[in-house]
């Protein structure tokens, strides 16, 4: 058991130093701090079943830390929530196979609704339809599942949010984001307490 799980912790770890690492996440951090910080618009985060809930987690941490960043499921979208994504906003699509019907819908419809509409997209391949369509494109690297099946997300996860969490990073240097600025926006818990002492030291 001890040896499986040190395997298992070898390829997460592998997949995540072999994450594609180009120009092309300076393009979409700029994309972004365009949009957002220049334009005062938003980021939109979409993603269907496990790339949504990575969607939500790197919305969320986006808002946490200076970046306004909301969360559109693509069903609701299809039912009148598309509604929450104005001309000023960016639109990040999370899809691992990058052929999701759902999310190649919102892509449709977004563009429908506000054709100047800029999208980036967070895929496992750079050639899948999704990525095609994009200003932006991040690619995991397309790993192998650890799942036993290759089919449940795991490894394509975790590389989905450690990329999230990179974006994150460079856009809070990019703006200077401080313990202050977080303490502003996270009042409540143990983080929220740390961030006003050190806003302090």
Not at 42 to 50: D, F, I
Not at 56 to 74: K, Y
Request: charged fraction near 15%; hydrophobic fraction near 40%; aromatic fraction near 4%.
């Amino acid at each position: 058991m001890l040896n499986r799980i040190k395997t298992l912790l070898k390829q997460e770890s592998s997949a995540i130093l072999n994450i594609p690492v180009d120009n092309s996440f300076e393009k979409v951090i700029n994309l972004i701090y365009e949009a957002v910080h220049l334009n005062h618009g938003k980021l939109v985060a979409s993603g269907m079943g496990k790339a949504g809930q990575i969607a939500i987690n790197i919305a969320t941490t986006f808002s946490s830390t200076g970046t306004p960043a909301v969360f559109l499921h693509p069903s609701d979208a299809q039912h009148g929530d598309l509604g929450v994504i104005q001309s000023k906003d960016i639109l990040l699509l999370v899809s691992n196979s990058g052929k999701t019907r759902e999310i190649l819908e919102l892509y449709q419809l977004s563009k429908n609704l506000h054709p100047q509409l800029r999208i980036i997209v967070l895929v496992g391949h750079k050639d899948s339809p999704l990525a095609e369509l994009a200003d932006g494109v991040l690619s995991t690297g397309n790993p192998s599942e650890v799942c036993p099946l290759g089919l449940t997300p795991t490894t394509s996860t975790t590389t989905m949010t450690v990329i999230g969490d990179i974006l994150v990073v460079l856009m809070m240097e990019k703006i200077g984001f401080s313990a202050t600025d977080y303490a502003k926006r996270h009042h409540g818990g143990y983080l929220g307490h740390k961030s006003r002492t050190d806003s302090k030291g």
